[in-house]
């Protein structure tokens, strides 16, 4: 069908019609009353989906500009800090701490690997660090780490905990106050439901406390907060998609957060029961905690630069090809968002169909099939402890 596009990337992901409606109201200034009632709620949501009762600060920027006001904040020259890394994000991570001048201790994995709190202790017994920085949904390998044991390893270490949750902020359980995460930064276009635009970013009082001497303007914590507090904002935000965040986070809280975790769980299983059931290798790990993204090998002989463009030109749809060295070795299939089980069998059907046609032995239908399957059962238990 001419012009139908389907985007199952891991961020930017769909937008449902009522956020986009929203996007689409008349522009209202920033600093009238009809503005604030907006700006309020979402502030408001924004705490609930990130399970703390501090600020959230909200800029308008990409995730990385959000990501980069916690190190302009909290990074001073020559300072020691630890950044583990496992792929694209963590490595993004060492290069720009490593850029406003903090002495880096980078634990490095390769990419697919899963950080283990124990070599979090070690490293922080051997030296010491003002903070850690982690990813929690590492979007590049599909791997999501532990980061409420990292987070409590760090404060026995008394070393604040700043965590990318770009990707997993509304798709895996993130429980900011309860785990003891000083910081944890995300963005609108991935489990959001949000375009492109916002970036956002939990912070607690211990690091607010503990900002450093890095020069710094529209990304100064005390500023924002300070303005945010009158609900006054600094400076002229997106309103559109303040507007639209505002909505968005309203469907997420109405479905209800745990059942929104719930159907994350559930999505990946049924991914990964696809891919399996098609005989292809996962390159994610086949876990719960998983439910981001499902990266997976191409097949013997076949690279994934022709898997994502096959499905581009026959069907019109866009996934994520591997990263960095993985690209052509890996393609991702996304979940995150406004995803229901039949964005996820039109991508496994659509794969198991170019297979089939470049040669591979798929049983036709296997895939969609085992998806169902496994998207049927509830959970077993909760990964999460609050
Ligand atoms: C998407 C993503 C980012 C970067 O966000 P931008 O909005 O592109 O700046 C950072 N970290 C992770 C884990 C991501 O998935």
Not at 69 to 94: D, K, T
Not at 130 to 152: F, L, N, R
Not at 186 to 207: D, F
Request: proline share 5%; with cysteine.
């Amino acid at each position: 069908m001419a012009g139908k596009k389907y985007l199952f990337t891991p961020g930017p992901t769909p937008v449902p019609p009522q956020v986009l409606a929203a996007q689409a109201a008349p522009i209202v200034h920033h600093r009238s009353p009809d503005f604030r009632p907006i700006y309020e709620s979402c502030l408001t949501r924004l705490r609930e989906v990130c399970r703390t009762e501090r600020d959230v600060l909200l800029y308008t920027a990409s995730g990385t500009g959000a990501f980069e006001s916690a190190v302009a904040n909290l990074v001073s020259p020559g300072e020691p800090h630890l950044v583990v890394s496992a792929g694209n994000f963590g490595e993004r991570w060492a290069t720009m701490t490593a850029g406003y001048g903090a002495d880096v201790d980078h634990l490095r994995y390769e990419w697919g690997e899963t950080p283990d709190p124990e070599d979090v202790r070690a490293r922080l017994g051997e030296r010491e660090a003002k903070a850690v920085w982690i990813v929690h949904s590492e979007t590049s390998t599909g791997v999501v780490s532990d980061i409420q044991a990292i987070a409590a390893v760090a404060k026995e270490a008394g070393a604040l905990t700043v965590v990318d949750a770009v990707s997993s902020l509304g798709a895996v359980r993130c429980e900011t106050d309860a785990w003891g995460l000083d910081v944890v930064v995300s963005g609108s276009q991935k489990a959001l439901m949000t375009p492109p635009g916002l970036g956002l970013c939990a912070v607690s009082e211990a690091a607010l406390a503990a900002t450093g001497t890095s020069p710094r303007f529209y990304f100064d914590w005390e500023r924002t907060r300070k303005a945010q507090a009158k609900l006054d904002a600094a400076f002229t935000p997106s309103v559109s998609l303040v507007a639209g965040l505002d909505v968005a986070l309203g469907l997420l809280l109405e479905e209800g957060l745990e059942a929104v975790l719930d159907r994350h769980i559930r999505l990946g299983r049924a991914c990964r029961a696809g891919a399996k059931a098609m005989g292809l290798e996962l390159f994610s790990p086949d876990e719960d905690r998983s439910a981001v993204v499902t990266a997976i090998r191409a097949p013997e002989g076949v690279s994934s630069d022709d898997v994502v463009k096959g499905l581009r030109d026959r069907f019109g749809m866009t996934i994520a090809n591997g990263q960095g060295s993985l690209k052509g070795t890996i393609f991702r299939l996304g979940h995150i968002g406004w995803f229901d089980v039949f964005d996820i069998t039109a991508q496994l059907g659509a794969v198991e169909l170019l297979l089939t046609d470049l040669g591979a032995d798929i049983e036709r239908g296997v895939a969609v099939t085992a998806a169902l399957e496994a998207y049927e059962h509830a959970p077993v238990a909760d990964t999460g402890t609050a």
